[in-house]
Nanobody, 127 residues
Framework: QLHVVESGGGSVEAGGSLRLSCVIS????????LGWFRQAPGKEREPIAS???????NPFYADSVKGRFSVSQDTSALSLQMNNLKPGDTAMYYC?????????????????????WGQGTQVTVSS
């Protein structure tokens, strides 16, 4: 059983940066897919970045954030560094974790049926 809590959202102007943090309690250091998702008003939730713990392989990034967002993991948290933010990045951002998908599915961003979810943190980007 994992517990997931996000923080770091806020309001910024276009071109600005934010860093989201996700504290995950429990043992997730090997064999877990950790991901960031977002959901804008009126739109479906979409995967934007994910990595697989304890294994080699480049993280997954959605095309819409590639080159601007960076996901990383340390011993205490999963982070999402967001640079050059655009109004289109405005959404509720969620952190999630699961042990129930394969590493290649995790690193392709093809699955969204994660087991553990945080409550979300709002990111608003003004033009």
């Amino acid at each position: 059983q994992l517990h997931v809590v996000e923080s770091g959202g806020g309001s910024v102007e276009a071109g600005g940066s934010l860093r989201l943090s996700c504290v995950i309690s429990g043992n997730y250091y090997h064999g877990y897919c950790l991901g960031w998702f977002r959901q804008a008003p009126g739109k479906e939730r979409e995967p934007i970045a994910s990595l697989y713990t304890g294994a080699a392989g480049n993280p997954f990034y959605a095309d819409s954030v590639k080159g601007r967002f960076s996901v990383s993991q340390d011993t205490s948290a999963l982070s999402l560094q967001m640079n050059n933010l655009k109004p289109g990045d405005t959404a509720m951002y969620y952190c999630a974790a699961t042990k129930d998908i394969a590493w290649y599915e995790c690193l392709s961003g093809s699955r969204s049926d994660f087991t553990y979810w945080g409550q979300g943190t709002q990111v608003t980007v003004s033009s």
